[in-house]
Every structure is written in structure tokens, then in C-alpha cells.
């Protein structure tokens, strides 16, 4: 079982006297910065001039400064932007501005695990990976409770960065609800196991072949599109508050009877084998790899990829029926 630590097992102390340079002042970066700010904690932030996120933060009060200047202020130095430009902006901002007894600090564990950043050994490299987007990070810290994370230490060079991840999760309000001990390999992986094979790519692969498999059989796709893919946030609610149990004994009989003699046969040991196939890819590093080479080639397969799955009559049919659920977006 994970070790879990509290409230009580943070100091703030750990960043008395310290400054956090929130590199990215993006959907985790500014609420990281609020967040910190507000636990009083001293904050630079970071973003490229002009674009909304140096707004953003002008807006907060933040007084935004470029990258390299956020980094030579910080003692801790969060890097929030997306995964690949990470490298780049390790390399030219961040890099330059190491010097020992510094920190660094991820939400996520990719380029550190795939040594797409490799940092001297005289600086902490601690993560703190939030269980929540960054406006509910936020939303949760305002109520006066907090968003589960993941704490994992890389490098404890000042033979304190357990202490200052601690202190930077419980900024964060997470130690209110909980931080769970990992590492950066276990985050890495189960988070690209879990994006590929359930939440993203198992389920959105899930809902096409359902919705086509109705289509294909005459049924109208407005019809289809209401059965797999609208309703599936209401048991995705369910399983969410109440686990797999609970979705059951809060659907209908018919429903559960349902899942139980049929699930199994639409996700079967085939599919088993697939997704060990899959996180064979991740663990050897061939997923990494591919990704890292599709960014340096200019994404042409991902942009392929992006232009053909908006052609889905699924993606035809939603916009329409979505104009008739305003609550959706509200």
C-alpha cells in the first residue's frame, strides 16, 4: 500500500525564506501560483510576454517576468508548461540559472523518466502531480479542502526535498485530502497507461465502435450518440463518487444484469493482451521515443490523425445535439 501523508506530516516551514518560479502560467501553472501565493508562500511567475497567460498573470498581480528571470529567482523552480517544450525551455531558461542547493519541481514525470531533461546532481528533483485539473485544484484549495496527489522524489541532493515536495503539495491544499508516495517511473507509466488504454484511447475507441455498430444497423445517429457516448458521463459520475459497486446498485436491474453477462464479452482477453502490448511500449520507452521524434518532425501524424477523427459522423452529430443541452457548458 502507497504511504499517504496528511496535514500533519507538512511544514510550510520547508519554504520560509524561499522563492517558487511558476514557469508556464497555464491551467496548472496559475493555479499553483494562487494556490502558493495564498498559503503565502513568495511566487515569480513566468510566461511568454503577451500571451494570455502573462495577462493572466498581470491580471492576478503577479508581475510576470521571462522564464530565465523567474528562474534565476527561484529556489524552486516548477516546471508547469507542456511536457514537450519542457526540454527546450529547460535548455535556454531554466539550465543556465542551476545553481546548487536549487529545486526543481514537476507535475508529471515524463521528461525526467525518459532523460529528456537530465539535471546536475546538485539540485532536489521532487514532483507534485495534483489527481485534478488545476481549476479544481483551485476551486477545492478556495472551499478550504484540498485535491489528492502524487508526491515522488528523483533527487534529494540538499537531503531535504521530501520536506519541500510535503511543503509545496500542502500549499496546494492536497494534504488536506492526501498525498500518496510514488515514483516518478510508476506516475510516468501508469499515466500513459491509464491516457492510452481507459481514459482516452479505450474509451473513445469504445464509444465509436458502439455508435458505428448502431449506425451500421439502421438505428438513427442522434439516437446512437445519446446512447454511448451522452449517457456515459452519467455512470462515469457514478463509478467516480460510488465505484464500480456502487454504479451498479444505482443503475437498474436490467442494466446491471446487463454489465455483468455481457462486459466481459466486449472486453475480453484480447483486449487483456493489448494492453499489456501497450505498456511493454511504455516501459522499453518505444512510446517516449515515438512521441519525442512525431514533436521534432512537426507532428504530421498527429496532425493527420486529429484531421480524420474530426470527419466522424459522431463529431458531425454532436455540436447539433449539444445545442440542446445548454447546461453542458455551464
Known sequence: MA????????????LR?????????????????????????????????GTPGWKNAEADGMAPVSAAEAAAQGDVIAILTPDHVQPSVYQNAIAPNLK??????????????????????????????????????????????????LVAVHQDA??????IALAYA?????????????????????????????????????????FETLVEAGYQPECAYYEVLHELKLIVDLIQAHG?????????DTAEYGDMTRGARVIGPEVREAMLDILDEIQSGEFAREWIMENRANRPVFSR??????????????????????????
Open 100 to 149: 546548487r542547493g536549487k529545486a526543481l519541481m514537476f507535475a508529471h514525470g515524463f521528461n525526467i523518466h525518459y532523460n529528456q531533461i537530465v539535471p546536475p546532481s546538485n539540485v532536489d528533483v521532487f514532483m507534485v502531480a495534483p489527481k485534478g485539473p488545476g481549476s479544481l485544484v483551485r476551486a477545492e484549495f478556495e472551499r478550504g479542502r484540498g485535491v489528492p496527489a
Open 17 to 49: 525564506r524561499k522563492t517558487v518560479a511558476i514557469i508556464g502560467y497555464g491551467i496548472q501553472g496559475r493555479p499553483h501560483a494562487l494556490c502558493l501565493r495564498d498559503s503565502g508562500v513568495k511566487v515569480a511567475a513566468a510566461d511568454l510576454e
Open 244 to 252: 464500480i459497486g456502487g454504479m451498479r446498485r444505482r443503475v437498474s
Open 170 to 210: 500542502k500549499a496546494l491544499g492536497a494534504t488536506r485530502a492526501g498525498v500518496l508516495e510514488t515514483s516518478f517511473r510508476e506516475e510516468t507509466e501508469t499515466d500513459l497507461f491509464g491516457e492510452q488504454t481507459v481514459l482516452c484511447g479505450g474509451v473513445t475507441e469504445l464509444i465509436k465502435a458502439g
Open 3 to 14: 504511504k499517504v501523508y496528511r496535514d500533519r506530516d507538512a511544514k510550510l516551514t520547508a
Open 158 to 163: 540538499s537531503g531535504k526535498a521530501m520536506d
Open 305 to 330: 490523425l486529429r484531421d480524420n477523427e474530426a470527419g466522424h459522423l459522431i463529431e458531425t452529430i454532436g455540436p447539433k445535439l449539444r445545442k440542446m443541452m445548454p447546461w453542458l457548458t455551464e
